[in-house]
Nanobody
Framework: VQLPASGGGLVQAGGSLRLSCVVS????????MGWFRRAPGNGREFVST????????AYSDSVKGRFTISRDNDRNTVYLQMNNLKPDDTAVYYC?????????????????WGQGTEVTVSS
């Protein structure tokens, strides 16, 4: 399963970015999808997750109200719309797939990981 993330870049605080992750090599519609991030010197941090059909979502407290996760099962793609970005959001963002049923915030529950995309928010 391949799931490279894209859409990162440099943005000023208060700006927006939309990350995308196109999944290939598996049945996307049966994957629970998640977004995680890793800031310099830190471990992986949960950002958001979405169920198969998109009816269930969850967010970390640090991004709730600013980020929105969504998916398009026809395009095998999961998105992360990031608004009102803050310097603390600077990190490499990764998408991950869980070949199961329940949504998870724990990285170890995810079976597949892609290459990340770097997001830098300047103050």
């Amino acid at each position: 399963v391949q799931l490279p993330a894209s859409g990162g870049g440099l943005v000023q605080a208060g700006g927006s970015l939309r990350l995308s992750c196109v999944v290939s090599g598996g049945d996307f519609s049966t994957f629970v999808m998640g977004w995680f991030r890793r800031a310099p010197g830190n471990g992986r941090e949960f950002v958001s997750t979405i169920s198969w059909g998109g009816s269930r979502t969850a967010y970390s407290d640090s991004v709730k109200g600013r980020f929105t996760i969504s998916r398009d099962n026809d395009r095998n793609t999961v998105y992360l719309q990031m608004n009102n970005l803050k310097p603390d959001d600077t990190a490499v963002y990764y998408c991950a797939a869980n070949d199961g049923i329940a949504t998870h915030s724990i990285p170890e529950k995810y079976d597949y990981w892609g290459q990340g995309t770097e997001v830098t928010v300047s103050s």
